[in-house]
């Protein structure tokens, strides 16, 4: 399976920096990906709030084994409301609850941006992680029509 990670330049490496977003506490140490580049554009833009969009960006291309089992939150897994700031924790919880179990090398999430779209988190601790290949980087510039 193919995923995608848009990101500045000088982070296109399968690293992860372990700073706490929505499915992961700070030190947990997770690749968020999205399953197109369309996706991952969109949430650039969104968590970006439209700056820093004249930077230098790559597209990451990741494979994922096929052979790997991808554990599943589904938005009916969640509580209601759950894509509100103020919910993060729960998700928080679940993402972490997921990386500490060591049971899967993926999770598939909801986008929140994007209803029936789905992120993917990669398990960098995982024992399977160096079976997921960087396939290309690729130049990525944010169309000038976005507004900063």
């Known amino acids: 399976m193919l995923v995608y990670r848009i990101t500045l330049e000088r982070f296109a490496t399968l690293q992860a920096s372990g700073i706490e977003a929505r499915w992961n506490s700070h030190g947990v140490k997770v ?48 509580p209601k409301n759950w894509q509100q700031f103020d919910h993060e924790h729960i998700c928080r919880y679940l993402g972490d609850d997921w990386f500490y179990r060591q049971e899967s090398l ?6 929140v941006i994007i209803p029936n779209e789905f992120n993917y988190l990669i398990n960098t601790q995982h024992r399977n992680f160096k079976k997921v290949k960087l396939k290309a980087i ?10 900063q």
């Open 31 to 78: 690749l968020y990906t999205a399953a197109s580049r369309a996706l991952a554009c969109l949430e650039n833009v969104v968590h970006r709030s439209g700056e820093g969009l004249n930077d230098l960006f790559q597209t990451m291309v990741i494979e994922i084994p096929n052979t790997e089992r991808i554990e599943k939150i589904k938005p009916t897994d969640l």
């Open 106 to 111: 993926v999770l598939q999430v909801p986008s």
């Open 138 to 147: 690729e130049p990525f510039l944010f169309d000038t029509r976005i507004k």
